[in-house]
């Protein structure tokens, strides 16, 4: 079996299409070998390449909140009243810490994404 490092476009391009082709492989065999291998050089390619970033606090909130069909009136026992969900909705009021943990516990959102700062206007 021989297989080399994605170091192109090319290489990443031609090892996802081999990848394609073997996803019926079993288990154990050479074929899910080869496989579990291209798999992972794929893997660690997009991690270098494909750089993805966490959204926006607000994007990430305002998502969940279509998502699950949710009206700024169904926030207020995470952020406190009415026009202080607006607030944080419109980005003029950063989150605190007690919100950041109720948004996390009652919608899911990651802490990690609710931390970050809101971002700049370009």
Do not use: W
């Not at 079996?1 to 154990?28: C, H, W």
């Not at 794929?42 to 998502?67: C, G, L, N, W």
Request: aromatic share 6%.
């Amino acid at each position: 079996m021989y297989i080399k490092p994605l170091r192109t476009e090319d290489d990443y391009r031609a090892a996802l299409r081999e990848v394609e082709s073997l996803m019926n492989a079993q288990f154990g065999t050479p074929e899910g070998d080869r496989l579990d291998v291209l798999a992972t050089l794929v893997d660690a390619y997009e991690t270098r390449h494909f750089v993805m970033e966490f959204p926006d606090p607000i994007d990430a909130i305002k998502f969940s909140m279509e998502q699950k069909s949710l009206a700024p009136k169904d926030l207020e026992p995470m952020i406190g009243r009415l026009n202080r969900v607006y607030e944080i909705l419109n980005g003029t009021r950063q989150l605190t810490l007690p919100m950041i943990r109720r948004l996390h516990e009652e919608l899911g959102i990651p802490a990690e994404v609710l931390i970050r700062q809101k971002r700049a206007a370009a």
